[in-house]
């Protein structure tokens, strides 16, 4: 299951995690110390939904958004 954004999911992160936001407004984790990154947070476990967005490059009435999986997918 996927979670809306919240200020504290970003100060509740372990020590060694920070995060980044993709150029598409997707926010993932980094894990520092292991040098990887997740979608899922990682004390919940649970992806970050940032909502859709609409873009130039998209048809008329078409947006880009996430699964709770993190798989991009287009709604019309």
Known sequence: MAADLQPEW????P???SYGVT???RIFFVNE????TTWLHPVS???VIT????TPDLPTGWEE???F???RCFIK
């Open 45 to 47: 476990g649970e992806a």
């Open 65 to 67: 958004g996430y699964t």
């Open 69 to 71: 999986e993190g798989a």
């Open 15 to 17: 020590a060694s995690w």
């Open 33 to 36: 110390e292991a040098k990887s």
């Open 10 to 13: 970003i100060s509740c992160l």
């Open 51 to 54: 909502g859709h967005r609409k």
């Open 23 to 25: 150029r598409d407004g």
